[in-house]
């Protein structure tokens, strides 16, 4: 699996965008862009995946460059509960590695009031 | 619907001593994974079991097992328990297709002494 580059920490206001970037210059085209969080002490929870085009659900947007080099993950209105650790994972789907994730030291997301 | 499910919640083992965790995926996923989080790290994969057969394996001794029911549930085995196996210990659960995304239980907290 590719590997990722994220910020070590980033803050945000609460009520603002928080804008989290993830940089996977090496992905290959079978290569999905996956986000989970990780609330202190807590499992990892899903937030949302792509593999080239922009994807939006409930919790956030995932926007994914043209050449899929990078991508910003946006939560639109953060909120004190989003603050975690937010992590970018680059998974191929499909062979045997399918049921494997490789998480990196992700971005802690501090949000203020 | 319920989400995965992992017993126990947290255990005090000591060196030298066995342990068996205990994870209940989600209704209708067939596939569990196991992964470690030590202290300050992101999860680490452990194992990835499918059909009760395993899937795939990461990087770690012998000493850790695993199985996979009939019923989908799966129990993850540690012998010879080190101080170094006190992790929080995360379970994953998701449909058969590769393309599925995985679902985190909220894990076990083992403390080895």
């Known amino acids: 699996d590719a590997k990722t580059t994220q910020p070590t920490s980033m803050d945000c206001a609460e009520g603002r965008a928080a804008n989290l970037p993830c940089n996977h210059s090496t992905i290959s085209g079978n290569e999905y862009v996956y986000w989970y969080r990780q609330i202190h002490s807590q499992g990892p929870q899903y937030i949302i995946h792509g593999l080239k085009n922009n994807e939006t659900n409930e919790m956030a947007s995932l926007i994914i460059t043209e050449d899929r080099k990078s991508s910003t993950l946006i939560l639109p209105h953060a909120t004190l509960r989003d603050t975690a650790v937010y992590y970018c994972i680059v998974r191929f789907a499909g062979g045997t590695s399918y049921g494997k994730l490789t998480f990196g030291q992700g971005t802690i997301l501090t949000v203020h009031p | 619907d319920a989400g995965v499910t992992q017993s126990p919640t947290h255990l005090i083992k000591t060196r030298g001593q066995h342990v068996t965790l205990r994870c209940s995926p989600i209704?209708?996923?067939?596939?569990v994974s196991w992964y470690q989080q030590v202290l300050g790290q992101g999860p680490q994969f452990i194992f990835q079991y499918y059909e009760k057969e395993e899937r795939g394996r990461g990087n770690f001794p012998d000493r850790f097992s695993a199985r996979q029911f009939p019923n989908y549930s799966s129990e993850l085995n540690v012998n010879a328990l080190l101080l170094g196996d006190s992790a929080l210990y995360l379970c994953?659960?998701?449909?058969?297709?590769?393309?599925?995304?995985?679902?985190f239980g909220p894990g076990t907290r083992l403390l080895v002494l």
């Open positions: 994953a659960s998701r449909k058969k297709g590769a393309q599925e995304t995985q679902y």
């Open positions: 209704s209708g996923h067939k596939s």
